[in-house]
């Protein structure tokens, strides 16, 4: 029997979201002015989604420590700001290692639902 990870927001309730509600859960802290969101899984990985609201950073670890590894638009121009973590700090990235934000979701989604990048998505090992 397949038994599929579960995940939970950090900071939010306990109780696992699903792919079918993890979408809602993040637009709903981006719009409360919550641009970083962890999550950690029933496994021990954890994936982080951080947005300027445009484009989101989502990383992927297997472990504590891990370098993880990350969404890419390869070839994107320029670079943008506006990524706030929880601590106050304001981060910019080159944004061939951030993807527009619908895109972001959808991999969220996917990871959440199967454990996995879409077979479609851009990503690299930073390990």
Same mark, same amino acid.
Do not use: C, K
């Given at each position: 029997?397949?038994? /599929?990870?579960?995940?939970? /927001? ?17 637009? @709903? ?11 950690? @899984?029933s @496994?021990?990985?954890?994936? +982080? ?36 973590? @929880?601590?106050?700090?304001?981060? =910019?990235?080159?944004? =061939?290692?951030?993807?527009? /934000?619908?895109e ?6 996917? +990871? ?9 998505a ?6």
């Open positions: 029997m397949l038994v /599929i990870e579960s995940w939970v /927001i950090n900071d939010d309730s306990p109780v696992p979201v699903s792919s079918a509600v993890v979408l809602e859960a993040l637009r @709903s802290r981006v719009d409360s002015g919550r641009l970083e969101t962890w999550l950690t @899984s @496994s021990g990985r954890s994936m +982080i989604f951080v947005t300027n609201t445009e484009r989101a950073m989502v990383m992927l670890l297997e472990e504590e420590g891990d370098p993880g590894e990350h969404a890419v638009d390869p070839g994107a121009p320029g670079s943008s700001d506006g990524f706030v973590l @929880s601590n106050g700090q304001d981060d =910019e990235y080159p944004d =061939e290692d951030t993807v527009p /934000i619908h972001a979701l959808r991999l969220v989604e996917q +990871i959440v639902g199967t454990g996995s990048w879409p077979t479609d851009r990503w690299v090992v930073d390990r």
